[in-house]
């Protein structure tokens, strides 16, 4: 069966100092791959999203950036986070049989103070 | 302007009542799909729905896509704690269906 696997799950960051957030999945090949924000218990809204290694596609400008540089694995990056960076990150893979439907990972939580 | 509008924002009820939540939108879709999100989780997929006017059921949860496939309901009955959480409509999207846009979510409470 598949698994996706998020870390951290909490990440308190001050301004101005850099981001990693890690995504695998496991039980699957050539995923698609995508990595949302939600703020306070609305809906979610798409960052990146990829097809696969070393392509991706930003939906909106911002302070963040994501790399590709495993089949299974995505990662969202920043080199200065800001204020408005905090918020709740979920990756998603879609593929396979499922077609239609996305499965996401437990989230990261991140706090900029 | 919200490609997707659920509605209500918020909804607070005793366990036990009946309920219906919606989504809406202005635009055609080829699917929809509901997902349940609880705190401090991932949102977890209920049902995709694909044919105008069809209706799913998922124990108590019904599902409904309108026969113009431009919105769709959730109607719970005899609501349960369990059901606490927040409700997301999807749609697909982007060339190739790769994207999923949600909708501004359900915040449901059950109240025991």
């Known amino acids: 069966s598949q698994t996706i696997h998020q870390w951290p799950a909490t990440l308190v960051q001050p301004v101005g100092s850099p981001l990693s957030l890690e995504c695998t999945v496991e039980?699957?090949?050539?995923?698609?791959l995508y990595w949302y924000r939600q703020a306070a218990g609305r809906g979610l809204q798409l960052l990146f999203y990829?097809?696969?290694?070393?392509?991706i596609s930003s939906e909106v400008p911002q302070n963040l950036s994501a790399s590709r540089p495993q089949d299974r694995q995505f990662i969202l990056s920043s080199k200065k986070l800001l204020l408005s960076d905090s918020g709740f990150y979920l990756c998603?893979?879609?593929?396979?049989?499922?077609?239609?439907?996305?499965?996401f990972g437990p989230g990261t939580r991140l706090t900029v103070l | 302007t919200q490609l997707l509008e659920q509605s209500p924002q918020f909804l607070s009820i005793q366990e036990g009542e009946n309920l219906t939540v919606y989504c809406n939108s202005s635009?055609?879709?080829?699917?929809l799909q509901w997902y349940r999100q609880e705190p401090g989780e991932g949102p977890v997929l209920l049902v995709t729905?694909?044919?105008?006017?069809e209706v799913k059921k998922l124990k108590r949860l019904t599902f409904q896509f309108g026969d113009a496939r431009k919105d769709s309901s959730l109607h719970i009955t005899a609501a349960q704690p369990g059901d606490t959480g927040l409700y997301l409509c999807?749609?697909?999207?982007?060339?190739?269906?790769?994207?999923?846009?949600f909708g501004t979510g359900t915040r449901l409470t059950i109240i025991p």
């Open positions: 998603a893979w879609k593929g396979g049989r499922a077609w239609r439907e996305q499965f």
């Open positions: 039980g699957t090949s050539n995923p698609n």
């Open positions: 990829s097809v696969g290694i070393g392509q």
């Open positions: 635009s055609v879709f080829s699917s």
């Open positions: 729905v694909v044919t105008g006017g």
């Open positions: 999807a749609v697909q999207g982007g060339f190739g269906n790769e994207k999923l846009t």
